[in-house]
């Protein structure tokens, strides 16, 4: 469905993304991994043609993005880090001019926007202008706004980031009947999230793909005389952690330890 090749981004003489491949089916819902200005909303934003890669090449169900823009840009929903919420419209309004500007044809908007309505449980905030509403409530029309065209991509940068616990379980609910629908790559400090929605694990650091597995093989201990099984957490703090090798020239009265760089 989704198929990335060797996506670098330079901005600049700082190389952002080196070579970033990997393939996406469809309902795999994939989490986004890595610690800040590793480079996972670079990656967004090229997969959703907001910015165009250095060279590498994304395809969408068999268009090639860099010949296709227009097309593929229809077939992905995006929900940045900040959506792009106008304040002073109410929530049906705003849904209505998001279906109209994504090119939904004019007898579909409004089967589309109850659809979405329903599906991201807005029906009793509709009429409110959506700055008067809370933060999980926005979120959901930032979600509904990603979903109204029906992609079959959805890329959602930190969905939960600011939301209390109830508002977060509501978003990740929301998300994870996605599955169905469509293919899924999320991004998100909390790994728990993670665990809880996707089946798949993509780690990006600095600008390298590090790890790329299955939730269900990672997360299985190897250490049988441990009982608790791996957590996600542990997994990334294993990538990041600096490597520590013990030094070959090692005196007989200390061990001395060599710590790289990376
Ligand atoms: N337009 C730009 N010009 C120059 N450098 C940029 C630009 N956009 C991103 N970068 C740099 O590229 C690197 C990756 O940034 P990016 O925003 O993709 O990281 P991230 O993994 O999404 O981080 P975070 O978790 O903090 O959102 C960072 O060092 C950032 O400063």
């Known amino acids: 469905m989704l198929i990335v090749k060797h996506i670098s981004k330079n901005f600049g003489s700082f190389q952002a993304l080196d070579k970033v491949s990997f393939e996406m089916n469809r ?4 989490g986004l991994l890595g610690k800040n200005g590793a480079g ?8 959703t043609s907001f910015i165009t890669p250095s060279s590498g090449t994304v395809t969408i169900d068999g268009d090639d993005m860099s010949k296709h823009s227009l097309t593929i840009r229809q077939k992905i929903g995006y929900l940045p880090e900040k959506p792009p919420l106008y304040g002073d419209m109410t929530v049906q309004y705003y849904l209505k001019f998001a279906a109209e500007i994504k090119g ?18 807005l029906e009793q905030v509709k009429q409110k202008t959506i700055a008067t509403l809370s933060k999980g ?4 029309v930032g979600i509904a706004q990603a979903i109204i065209h029906e992609p079959k991509l959805l890329i959602l940068d930190e969905p ?14 929301l998300i994870k009947n996605q599955r169905d629908q469509r ?15 996707a089946q798949r694990v993509i780690m990006i650091k600095s600008g390298r793909i590090v790890l790329d597995d299955y939730l269900s093989k990672l997360l299985r201990n190897k250490d049988t005389s441990q009982f608790q099984p791996l957590t996600l957490e542990q997994v990334f703090i294993n990538h990041h952690q600096p490597q520590v ?7 007989p009265e200390s061990t001395r330890l060599k710590v790289s760089d990376e």
């Open 40 to 47: 996972k909303t670079t990656l967004m934003r090229i997969l």
């Open 183 to 197: 293919t899924v790559l999320l991004s998100t400090h909390t790994l728990t999230e993670i665990e809880q929605v």
């Open 245 to 251: 090798s013990e030094n070959t020239s090692q005196t």
């Open 104 to 121: 939904v044809p004019k007898n579909k908007r409004l089967i589309q926007l109850a659809k979405v309505l329903e599906e991201c449980d």
């Open 137 to 140: 409530y926005k979120q959901r």
């Open 27 to 30: 309902g795999d819902i994939v």
């Open 160 to 173: 939960t980031s600011g939301l209390d616990p109830m508002q977060i379980q509501q978003v990740l609910a």
